[in-house]
């Protein structure tokens, strides 16, 4: 069983509104360059596979590396903060981009059209020296995780509005949501590029499992209210129902709102109203029998 990690390092509201906006939580610089300087020839040597949804602590066993890594507190407790306690290890696999080598990725998002409205898994790619424009990195459109695709339907479109190539100090992790889309860049350094991904299946209801401290800062409401820039305008507006839906979910908060969207979408009513034809000759009777 993983340990519940210290409340201090759970991810704040703020921090949980941003990843629910943009897609992710960047943790610049986090893991300790001792554990940086191990991990190329653990990457190099690969880490051993494991079947579809094993849980963690049997495919991550204590006193491995990968294990070492997730232990990290600030790494714990974002974790947990996202996916909750003993998620399963969907996959892992560790990318390389040799000097001078790979073509750019075409733009996608990983596995198949996800039917699940709410409920995510969450992708750690783990950077364990520093990575640099002429590297490549890996290239992302903040926002686009809640606009649903089927892996490759969107690879031919380059350079969208808004996009953004990682750049990061060593020791860098990034958590992203499963439906981001991105792809990675092509390495023009003299360098080798690595990344270590592990993707997340939550095991628990996504509810509440960050630190709740401040969910009534007014900053929740403006950090999900802003519009990425590929979606200007009234395309905005549905990014806000996306995220108005998915804030919804994670908190458990059925009245939350962004601009009365979801509330409007709602009002079902079931009562029926007398008819107004009825109503007529009900006023026609009630004259006839006054003329008797």
């Keep these: 069983m993983t340990t519940t990690p210290d409340r201090k390092h ?16 960047t943790l610049d610089a986090v893991v300790p360059q001792a554990l940086n300087d191990r991990a190329i020839a653990v990457l190099d040597a690969g880490i051993p596979e494991h079947p579809y949804g094993t849980p963690l602590d049997v ?4 006193g491995s590396f990968a294990r070492e890594l997730l232990d990290l507190p600030a790494i714990a407790g974002a974790v947990h903060s996202l996916v909750g306690p003993d998620p399963r290890i969907d996959h892992h696999h560790v990318h390389i981009r040799e000097a001078r080598g ?7 998002a990983d596995a198949v059209l996800d039917p699940r409205e709410t409920a995510f898994d969450v992708q750690l790619m783990y ?11 890996t290239l992302s459109v903040p926002g686009t995780h809640l606009r649903r695709i089927n892996e490759t339907r969107i690879g031919r479109y380059q350079n969208l509005v808004g996009q953004r190539r990682l750049t990061c100090p060593a020791g860098t992790v990034v958590l992203l949501h499963h439906g981001i889309w991105h ?37 929740v409401l403006e950090i999900l209210t802003q519009t990425p820039q590929w979606a200007p305008g009234d395309e905005g507006r549905l990014e806000q129902i996306n995220r108005a839906k998915l804030w919804r979910a994670l908190t458990g908060d059925d009245t939350f709102d962004i601009d009365y969207y979801l509330t409007r ?9 007398p008819a107004a034809t009825d109503t ?3 006023a026609s009777d009630r004259s006839a029998g006054a003329n008797l």
């Design 10 to 25: 759970l991810l704040s509201s703020v921090e949980m509104a941003r990843f629910v906006a943009t897609r992710a939580v």
């Design 59 to 62: 495919a991550y066993p204590r």
């Design 102 to 108: 790979g073509e750019a990725q075409n733009m996608h």
């Design 127 to 137: 950077y364990p020296h520093a990575v640099t424009l002429e590297q490549g990195g």
């Design 183 to 219: 792809g990675g860049r092509r390495n023009d350094s003299d360098t080798p590029r690595y990344m270590f991904k592990i993707r997340f299946n939550p095991s628990v209801r996504q509810l509440r499992l960050w630190n709740t401290d401040d969910i009534a800062s007014p900053e």
């Design 265 to 273: 979408a709602a009002i079902t009513p079931t009562f029926v109203a």
């Design 280 to 282: 007529r000759l009900a």
